[in-house]
Structure formats: structure tokens, C-alpha cells
């Protein structure tokens, strides 16, 4: 199981909003006849290419999937089928699959077909994996990470609608990288008009597009947004109300004539506007902020991850504020991880235990 959660990882950042899934086939004198792993959505499941490897020696043989093999047609064919056609004897699971048109049905099938099935093998691990996916499918939202810099006294801006440089250049990189794990960022309509970010991956390998997301209530994006100057980056949402439409229609149009698309939602309630974004396919979201969204996700309990970095910079009492002071958020934390990344402090966690 090891294996196969080891060969799941290799399909990171590419399989969305399909899970990651890796299987191994291991013959009964204990030897691996074939392995493989999830690539991307709609192309064949982790079992199939496993299946394919081993071949004839598939037959009597344990396979080994860190997810619930599916019993359902979606793009590809139902793979318990193939596992009872290759004469698998045993099936090792990780976790069950939340979907709800596999959800323990894969396991009676086969069991039904007579191979024994173990169920819970590395789960945590095998959850772990794939947190977004089992978000999406559970709550109908994506997977939310929140994300801030703040300054040794606890300040986003030197002052009210001042773009202010916080954390050091070890830092941009390492936001950079978590971008490049996410489907999508987003931001306020505050951030567009005072920071004015590019919102992509300058410093990783970029290896699909990344959508960037503005959650705009009152549709205040000028057309000038640098965001609208790197099309090629990935796509452009901007999610509004009905009533902001309405009122600035010719706004709306010059907008989406930019390439960006306008997706209504009730803002007041960021629950509905995540599931608008669910719908659009989007499995994780990291929201840079700023404090109005953050407070917002917060309060409407959809933050699933947070990461905090403070730097060695202090902005004094003219300085805003984030939210909450930051002990506040931290102390509600589970599996801490606090590391140094040059200069700054970045403090990680899970709202919920992951373990
Ligand atoms: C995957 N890869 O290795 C496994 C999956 O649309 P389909 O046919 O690709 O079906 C997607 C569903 O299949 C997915 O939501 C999950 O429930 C199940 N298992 N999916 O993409 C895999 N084993
Ligand atoms: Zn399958």
C-alpha cells in the first residue's frame, strides 16, 4: 500500500477534480507484477494500468488500491469489472470512496464475485492524499486554504489601501509553489484595486493553467487589472452578485469582453459562491486575501487549511490589521508545522485533524 500511495503522489497537481489513486499487483509469492497511478481526469483509472501491466499474472493475485476501485461508467469503464475478469483473489483497499456513485458499492461487488476485500489500509494516509477530492464530493465545495503575510506586529498594509511588501523573497517563491498545487486563487475586489496582482506561478514549474478567482460583490475590477494582461496563465472568474450586473451592465460586458467570466452567486453567503466555483470543476482554492474575505471564509467555517507567514517587518500603529489577532487563529489548529523560510516564520495547519 505503501507502494501504491507512493505511485498516487505522482499524479499531484494533474488530476483535478478527479482523486489521485495509485494500485499495485502483487502475485502470491509476494513479487509486484505491475503498478500504476491515476494521470488525469478522464484518461484510465490507477487499477486499469496496473492490471494491464501484470497481464496474465494478475491471476491469483492481490491488488493493492489506495482508493475504492469504481463500480460505475463514468469517462472510463467500471474497474471492479476488469479486476474480476483479470482473476484478482484479493483486493486491498486504503479508503472507501466518498463518491456516491462508488461509495461501498465497489466493495460488495467484489465480494459478491467472491475476492476477499480488506478495507483501511494506510487510511489516513490514503485520505490525506486526496483532501480536496473528498471535500468536493462530501460538501459540494472546494478544498479552502487561507493564506497571509503578516508583519511581526500583526499588520496586512502599511495603512488603508496601501500595497505593502511584508515577507522576504524566499517567501514569494515558496507561495509560488503552493499556487502550483491549487486549481485555483482567489481574492477580494480590495486586493485587485490596491495590490493589483499578477496571481500566478512565476517561480514553479507551472504544469496546468491556474484560475485565478476574484470575488467581486460589487463589480469594482477596473479593466486595467494586471490579471487581465496574462490570459495565458489560466482563466479569469469573477464572481458577483445579480444586482451588480444588473447595475453596471456595460461594466460586466467590457469585463468579460477581456476574456474573464462573470458567475453569479449571493455573496453574502460564501458558502453558495464556493459551490458556484465546485460546480465550474474547481477541487481546491487558496485565498491570498485580504482580510475581508478571509474574516468572510472564516466565519462561514469553510477554511480547511491555513498558513500564516510573519516577517521580521513592523508597521506600527498606523498598520492594518488582519481579522483576528494571529494566536487566535493558531491555537485552533491541528497538525501544526511551523518552519523558517529565509527570514520569515510560516506557521501551517488543518482546521480539523487530518489524522
Ligand atoms: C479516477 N482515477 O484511478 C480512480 C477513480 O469519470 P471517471 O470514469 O474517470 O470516474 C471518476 C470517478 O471514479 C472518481 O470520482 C472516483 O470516484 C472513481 N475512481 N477515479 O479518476 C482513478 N480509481
Ligand atoms: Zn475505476
Known sequence: M???LRMAALGRGLTSPNPLVGAVVISPSGVVVGSG???RAGEPHAEVYALRAAG???RGATLFSTLEPCCHTGSTGPCVDRIV???IARVVIGVEDPNPQVHGKGIQFLREHGIAVTVGVRETEAARLNL???IRVRYGRPFVMMKVALTRDECVAEALGVRSAITAEQTTSDVHALRAEFDAVGVGSGTVLIDDPELTVRASPQTRPLTRVIFDSRLRVPCSAAMFSTQQAGPILIVTTEAAVTHS???AEALESLGARLLVAPLHDLTSALTVLSNEGITSLL???GPI???AAWEAGVVDRVRIYVSQTEFGRSGVRWFRVRSAIVESLNNLDVRMVGPDECTDGYVHRID
Open 56 to 58: 496474465p499474472a494478475a
Open 85 to 87: 475478469e483479470a482473476g
Open 287 to 289: 485565498l491570498e486575501g
Open 132 to 134: 480536496p477530492f473528498f
Open 249 to 251: 451592465s456595460d461594466h
Open 37 to 39: 497511478y491515476h494521470r
Open 2 to 4: 505503501d507502494r501504491a
Open 293 to 295: 474575505l478571509h474574516g
